[in-house]
């Protein structure tokens, strides 16, 4: 009889349009295609509505309500895992004994009330969310947001302190595959890598048109990223600039208006942010929070040209060697001249085939999981 897996995602895994949606879609997908009949269990919100892309993958599917607002509200829980705690969800998980994976700490609230004796359980760590939501606060301007980001960054590290040490914690890098070790004592801590579309390095020879930074916009951290390159290394120097992303704000617009070499995409489709990546002379992608990996990285690493990050953005990752490092704006300003005129060469090809090939392989990394889950 083939194996059956219950997989609970904090979303829906569909559309496949930002990092922690194409970890979960293709790891669905890695999954059905080793003969695992799936058992989908996630939670609606953002108005994800219902996607029937997912049908192909999976066995059933059940669709769950966030609780928002006050209604998601806890004194000691996290508002991300409290908001998803569901007595159906629960219920229909303990009609038998398949193995579960819970995608996200978001995830993790009725731990303790699963059998973990007669089934194995698997967490899927998409970042330390301690560390990610107070590096949320540090880069928030608003006031609300950071005393909120602030708030849940304590309740998490709270939490993660709890987490029952029997489970499999799958952890997206080996930097925070050490931290759950020797910080939560999580000896069942392993390294997973990111599932994505990328399989294969796809990068373009020689000279592209211009520069790119992408992302979600409407995320603190990468709107910081988008106004620190718009505010202090493009005027500096006259290369032209796309700042591409998701409902970006007022700010973003004005900024990336100021100057003729700048300019803004907003709401791009996923088709029109690989034709960018593709298309660009530069990805330019720096992060202001060292947890998890960026899957931004990635799509630039095996379909752009030439990278230029800073530590944060590549700490822990294995692909510094990959990238070009710089760690301020005028560091920046320095390596894209430097690079603007420079034609993207077959040995830099070759080194991210090496560099990434072996590592981010969703075929091998299924065989990876498995284990820990029968």
């Not at 004194?75 to 159906?88: D, K, M, V």
């Not at 000896?187 to 992302?215: D, R, V």
């Not at 560091?331 to 085939?353: D, G, M, N, Y």
Request: with cysteine; proline share 5%.
């Amino acid at each position: 009889m083939s194996r059956q897996l219950h997989i609970v995602c904090l979303d829906a895994p569909w559309p496949a349009d930002y990092g922690g949606a194409i970890d979960m879609f293709y790891k669905i997908e890695a999954l059905h295609q080793a003969g695992i009949r799936i058992h989908l269990h996630y939670f609606s919100y953002h108005h994800r509505g219902h996607p029937t892309e997912l049908n192909p993958y999976c066995e059933t599917i059940h669709r769950y309500e966030r609780k928002t607002g006050h209604k998601g509200f806890s004194f000691t829980l996290p508002y991300i895992i409290a908001s998803r705690i569901n007595e159906e969800l629960l219920a229909n998980l303990s009609k038998d004994e398949h193995p579960v994976l819970l995608e996200g700490i978001h995830c993790a609230g009725f731990l303790s009330k699963l059998d973990r004796e007669k089934r194995k359980i698997v967490v899927r760590l998409h970042n330390d969310e301690y560390d990610y939501y107070k590096q949320l606060g540090h880069s928030s301007n608003n006031l609300y947001k950071k005393i909120y980001f602030y708030h849940e960054s304590r309740l998490l590290k709270k939490f993660q302190e709890t987490l029952p040490k029997n489970c499999g914690y799958a952890a997206i890098t080996t930097k925070d595959t050490q931290c759950f070790r020797d910080q939560y004592g999580l000896k069942n801590s392993f390294f997973l890598p990111a599932f994505t579309p990328y399989q294969e390095i796809k990068c373009g020879e020689g000279m592209g048109n211009f520069c790119l930074y992408h992302g979600n916009l409407s995320v603190p951290e990468n709107e910081k990223a988008a106004l620190w390159l718009l505010t202090n290394v493009f005027p500096k120097i006259k290369i032209p600039l796309v700042v591409a992303g998701k409902n970006p704000s007022k700010r973003v617009d004005k900024m990336a208006h100021l100057y003729q070499h700048t300019c803004l995409v907003s709401n791009p489709s996923a088709t029109e942010i690989n034709d960018l990546v593709k298309k660009a002379h530069i990805n330019i992608l720096p992060s202001f929070s060292r947890t998890g990996i960026k899957i931004k990285l990635l799509h630039a690493l095996f379909e752009g040209r030439h990278c230029v990050v800073n530590e944060q953005m590549v700490e822990g990752t294995g692909l510094e060697a990959a990238c070009h490092i710089g760690n301020n704006a005028n560091a920046f300003a320095s390596i894209i001249v430097q690079l603007h005129h420079q034609p993207f060469e077959q040995e830099e090809i070759t080194l991210r085939k090496k560099l990434l090939g072996a590592t981010y392989n969703n075929k091998k990394n299924v065989q990876l999981l498995i284990p820990y889950l029968w």
